[in-house]
């Protein structure tokens, strides 16, 4: 059953151009909420009914008649019920009607959609977890679009966003925008004639609510992420590439022509495609554990066209090739750092890519203690992303694996974020 509310500068937008109705319609016949052509012929002639004056001229008789427009649309035989409020009118120069808010409303469970055509409501209501629609500001020949406005849409997703904590609310709002209308961020900011209609304004609700209420990370809700040169897709069979995992590839570039380099635990694929994107003459190949990520990985492999070989390998267990090279961004996350860790991370991103023990170095010491095995003596380097704190401790364990000569490369926040180990080519 679907509840809507409509606040009051809704429904003097709805007495006053006929064009609102339909914008209404299609609201609620995407909600799959009531029968298109009741409210297209009942809801009007209901409010017509109720206030027959013009509500600029006649704001007394309108409000005098609130209570008799609810009465006149409970009684229609709408497929399921829809609810009319009168709210706080925000138009200069007119007397608020019956102060109904958002907080109100909400007592009125259960009620699945906010209608408003003040954009503080909105934002409020999709802070508390209701879907809203707003109106659109007129185009450039100052006719009504259909829709909402882009600017108030990144605005009310802002609000919700900031609100929930996230750290880019601006950007998150952006990129989701750009990616349901299937358009480059640049054009949200300049293209004036851009709108959310239709299915967009459902599938940005969606996406904004993913980011705010559930702290889903922005790549899994667009389902990609760029990574160097290339664009990978992602969800959540594996971590999602960070820009400082870009050192490892930074790392494979030095290598010599013709090198052999393996990438464990590829997750996405991300530093094995990158490098065989950049280095065609290098022979790549990319392990995991996971068959869920390596489904993944070999899927952009694919579509990206890119050389890579994958093997499915716990570390070094399995893995029967030769290598010149060992690249690695293993589980690095001490246990005791869970309750740290944010939302996005925790609740989304697969756990057995992250922790490693009490001191997080559980599957660096395996991984390097496979690599001092006499059948693994002849990879050269190794280099390892690690946590921050990590990296002299990581090191000593990589001079004591038979790599004696180790640096340490920092990222762009000047974190130790790379253990490189050589024993010489």
């Not at 707003?134 to 919700?160: F, H, K, M, V």
């Not at 069979?237 to 930074?250: D, F, G, H, K, S």
């Not at 990296?391 to 000569?405: I, M």
């Amino acid at each position: 059953m679907a509840l809507f509310y409509l606040d009051a500068s809704a429904l003097v937008k709805l007495v006053r151009e006929e064009s609102e109705s339909q914008a209404l319609v299609s609201f609620l016949e995407d909600a799959d909420a009531v029968s298109c052509e009741l409210v297209l012929t009942e809801v009007p002639r209901a409010i017509r009914r109720a206030a027959t004056l013009d509500p600029e001229l006649a704001l007394d008789a309108l409000e005098a008649q609130a209570g008799e427009v609810l009465e006149a649309l409970a009684m229609l035989p709408l497929d399921r019920p829809l609810l009319v409020a009168a709210g706080a009118l925000q138009e200069p120069g007119l007397r608020a009607l019956d102060a109904i808010h958002v907080t109100a409303a909400l007592e009125l469970s259960p009620i699945d959609a906010f209608v408003s055509y003040d954009e503080r409501q909105c934002a409020a209501a999709r802070l508390a977890g209701l879907r809203t629609v707003a109106p659109a500001a007129p185009d450039s020949s100052g006719e009504p679009r259909s829709g909402t406005s882009i600017r108030d849409a990144l605005q009310s997703a802002t609000t919700a966003i900031a609100a929930a904590g996230c750290e880019t609310p601006r950007l998150d709002a952006e990129v989701l925008l750009a990616d349901v209308l299937e358009v480059d961020r640049a054009r949200l900011l300049c293209d004036r004639e851009l709108t959310v209609a239709g299915p967009a304004v459902r599938a940005y609700q969606d996406a904004v609510r993913r980011r705010a209420f559930e702290r889903e990370p922005v790549a899994y809700i667009t389902g990609r992420r760029g990574f160097r040169r290339i664009e990978l897709a992602v969800d959540r069979r594996a971590l999602i590439p960070r820009p400082e995992t870009e050192l490892l590839v930074e790392v494979g570039l030095t290598l010599p022509g013709g090198a052999r380099v393996l990438d464990v635990g590829t997750g996405s694929g991300a530093v094995a495609l990158a490098l065989a994107d950049e280095r065609p003459d290098l022979a790549v190949a990319g392990s995991d554990v996971s068959d869920d990520a390596l489904a993944l990985a070999r899927a952009n492999g694919e579509r990206l066209g890119l050389a890579v070989r994958w093997l499915r390998a716990d570390l070094l267990q399995g893995v029967d090739e030769d290598f010149d090279a060992v690249l690695s961004n293993p589980p690095y996350v001490a246990e005791r750092e869970r309750a740290t860790l944010a939302p996005e991370i925790l609740r989304h991103e697969p756990a057995r890519a992250l922790f490693a023990g009490e001191d997080g170095l559980d599957a660096i010491r395996e991984l390097l203690a496979q690599l001092a095995a006499p059948p693994r003596r002849g990879v050269r380097l190794v280099a390892l992303e690690v946590g921050a704190g990590q990296a002299e401790a990581v090191a000593e364990l990589v001079r004591a694996a038979g790599f004696p000569a180790t640096r340490v490369q920092r990222d762009l926040a000047g974190i130790e974020r790379v253990v490189v180990g050589e024993r010489g080519f």
